[in-house]
């Protein structure tokens, strides 16, 4: 078995080493701006004007149009490629979501979801503001589930603006795993 | 555009007070567009065959996208000027595929200090339920 692109592959060890630890920061590649909310929003057929509107914005107490609070998640997110990244090959493995902990905690595992996420919500996302997310590994928990065996790796990210306030606190469980029959016997 | 007026205060609301569905159907395409959209772009939630290596019948909806369906439910509800404090306890009983109608709802279950209500909130479909989680937000008050 090896490391099939899913997440970094590594011992149960070396999972534990860095329980407890900051795993990884993430600058999200793109500010806050018009068009990524309205394609967000697009997808969810989500119309509402504080979001696009600068007026309706501003009536409701805002300087101008926010994004919506969970859209924290997405504006966290690392670039998929970037100048001076290398080209990639049809070999290549998939590209992961460029965020830290979930693929850059090593453990025995080749397949991985979410399962649980607690957020509380900060500072409003204000055009132009630009995050960076700041992970933590605080918790390792094995489990056998009925897709596979595992352990459900727990991890705070800190979701911060240019200014260092806090837009979003994120606790989610991701369950790293190997499929049932391609687990060691 | 919605309705500016349309605005809920924390005197409207009692422990019970449901809030109206939103449903949203699940095809390929909204995958496709909501991945490119909140840049999660995991195989997983938008190619099939590496959904079923997952255990999926097909690709799903991730995370991003039903914390986002859960902020359009409540903000419709309530208006432009609540916040939306957390949400909490999120769960996803079963895999949200194309196919699937999906219909969110959410129920007050508590009113506390400073005009906070916390709410249950679920979505469901033809499989039952499939998400659940709890919600807290900030409402406006009238006095």
Request: net charge negative; charged share 20%; aromatic share 8%.
């Amino acid at each position: 078995m090896s490391n099939s692109g899913w997440g970094k592959w590594g011992s149960w060890e070396e999972t534990q080493a860095l329980l407890g630890k900051i795993i990884g920061v993430s600058h999200g590649a793109d500010a806050v701006e018009k068009g990524s909310i309205r394609r967000w929003l697009e997808a969810k057929e989500f119309d509402c004007p504080i979001h696009t509107d600068s007026s309706a914005a501003k009536d409701a107490g805002f300087p101008d149009i926010v994004a919506p609070a969970t859209m924290a998640f997405t504006y966290g997110v690392g670039p998929y490629w970037k100048p001076g990244d290398p080209q990639q090959q049809l070999e290549d493995p998939a590209k992961q979501i460029n965020i830290p902990a979930i693929f850059d905690v090593p453990a025995p595992c080749i397949l991985s979801f979410a399962t649980s996420v607690d957020v509380e919500f900060g500072a409003p996302l204000l055009l132009g503001d630009q995050l960076t997310n700041t992970s933590k590994l605080v918790g390792v928990t094995h489990k056998t589930m009925s897709v596979g065996k595992g352990a459900f790796l727990r991890q705070q990210d800190t979701y911060t603006n240019q200014r260092g306030e806090t837009v979003a606190i994120v606790h989610m469980d991701i369950f790293r795993f190997v499929p049932h029959e391609d687990a060691p016997i | 555009m919605k309705d500016l007026l349309h605005q809920v205060y924390f005197e409207d609301v009692e422990v019970g007070t449901e809030v109206p569905p939103v449903s949203i159907t699940l095809t390929l395409q909204r995958l496709v567009m909501e991945a490119g959209a909140n840049r999660d772009l995991s195989l997983m939630h938008h190619d099939r065959e590496a959904a079923i290596a997952t255990g999926s019948p097909d690709a799903f909806a991730n995370t991003f996208f039903i914390m986002g369906m859960i902020e359009r439910t409540l903000r419709e509800w309530m208006g432009s000027k609540g916040t939306l404090r957390k949400i909490t306890s999120l769960r996803m009983t079963t895999f949200n595929c194309p196919g699937d109608v999906l219909s969110f709802g959410a129920k007050v279950i508590a009113l506390e200090p400073d005009n906070i209500v916390r709410l249950e909130v679920w979505a469901e479909s033809k499989k039952g339920k499939t998400v659940t989680a709890e919600a807290s937000l900030r409402l406006p008050s009238t006095v």
